[in-house]
């Protein structure tokens, strides 16, 4: 099994930068696709971007070239650089760990971003 602590989060003005970080134990993560998943008021659970065992990266459109996933395996971290944020990326943003073959789905209790002027 595996838990999941996301820190971070804050007030933040358009334009400003914050980077959160999402804590991983209880189990070994490294097999792990790991990502960020974000959801505001009245508004369904979307993608945000995950990384792979391998390194491969997948960013949502609306994020790309703004935010920047990574992860620490010395650590067991896994962290979301995000920049030029604007309006519309408030939301709770929520760790996530998804085993790439079996049916095995964690989620973290998620940290509040909100950016506003």
């Known amino acids: 099994q595996v838990q999941l602590v996301e820190s971070g989060g804050g007030l933040v003005q358009p334009g400003g930068s914050l980077r959160l970080s999402c804590a991983a134990s209880g189990s070994i993560f490294r097999l792990y696709v790991m990502g960020w998943y974000r959801q505001a008021p009245g508004k369904q659970r979307e993608l945000v971007a995950t990384i792979s065992s391998g390194g491969i990266i997948n960013y949502a459109d609306s994020v790309k070239g703004r935010f920047t996933i990574s992860r620490d395996y010395a650590k067991s971290t896994v962290d979301l650089q995000m920049n030029s944020l604007n309006a519309e990326d408030t939301a709770v943003y929520y760790c996530?760990?998804?085993?790439?073959?079996?049916?095995?789905?964690?989620w973290g209790q998620g940290t509040q971003v909100t950016v506003s002027s």
């Open positions: 996530n760990a998804r085993h790439p073959a079996l049916i095995l789905n964690y």
